[in-house]
């Protein structure tokens, strides 16, 4: 049963317009809940974090908004760039000391 | 600050054969986490280490077992290996364990290939 979802496999988007990355969950308990950005032949790297007490969370061009009643997030990019082209991971926490859950990843394509 | 760093970067191994794949987490890092990745798959989870102890750990095989060391460092063993063992055994780690609201920090991993 997978606890963290990533219904979109992949998305392709235009250079300069929005990403919008999206993560279901079923553990009413995951409280912490972050987005990792993985390049091919390196590990992931952490992007962005947001925990329950929030439903916004911005850094630069990245922003993550948290839905607890849907239990869902989305990460979203604005302007999308080239760079950004990578495979994206939803992954989420409970306070009561379990492990990280990861989503099965959403590949991102920028087209220039 | 020096990062996550997983050695060897790459091992070929054959059907039977046993590996230890290594670990050494970011300085001051505790937590140390094992992850295995498969082409199609996300990362499925290994199993997670906290002052020399397993804290939590994933749905494997026995054939799947793991140390930390007094400074942190931690490696992982496979033993009797299979041909779906072959895949990217990611390393993460993090001050605290998992859930204490802050993030994991991964290395490149190590490409295990079984023949």
């Known amino acids: 049963d997978q606890q963290v979802k990533q219904n979109s496999p992949s998305l392709s988007v235009q250079e300069g317009r929005i990403s919008i990355l999206n993560c279901d969950y079923t553990n009413s308990m995951f409280d912490y809940f972050l987005w990792y950005k993985k390049y091919p032949a390196e590990g992931p790297t952490f992007l962005i974090s947001?925990?329950?007490?929030?439903d916004k969370n911005e850094d630069g061009r990245f922003t993550v908004f948290l839905n607890k009643s849907a239990k869902h997030l989305s990460l979203h990019i604005v302007p999308s760039q080239p760079g950004d082209s990578a495979v994206y991971f939803c992954a989420a926490s409970a306070s009561d000391g379990q492990n990280f859950v990861f989503g099965p990843g959403t590949r991102l394509s920028v087209l220039p | 600050k020096a990062g996550v760093t997983q050695t060897p970067r790459y091992l070929i191994k054959t059907r039977g054969q046993q590996v230890t794949l290594s670990c050494s987490p970011i300085?001051?890092?505790?937590?140390v986490s094992w992850y295995q990745q498969t082409p199609g798959q996300g990362l499925q989870f290994l199993f997670e280490y906290f002052s020399e102890t397993q804290r939590n750990k994933g749905n494997f095989p026995g054939r799947f077992s793991g140390r930390q060391f007094s400074n942190s460092r931690s490696e992982m063993n496979v033993s009797t290996l299979e041909l779906g063992d072959s895949a990217l055994y990611l390393c993460?780690?993090?001050?605290?364990?998992?859930?204490?609201?802050?993030?994991?920090?991964f290395g490149d991993g190590t490409r295990l290939s079984i023949l």
């Open positions: 947001i925990s329950s007490i929030k």
């Open positions: 300085s001051g890092h505790r937590s």
């Open positions: 993460a780690s993090s001050l605290w364990p998992g859930g204490m609201d802050q993030p994991q920090h």
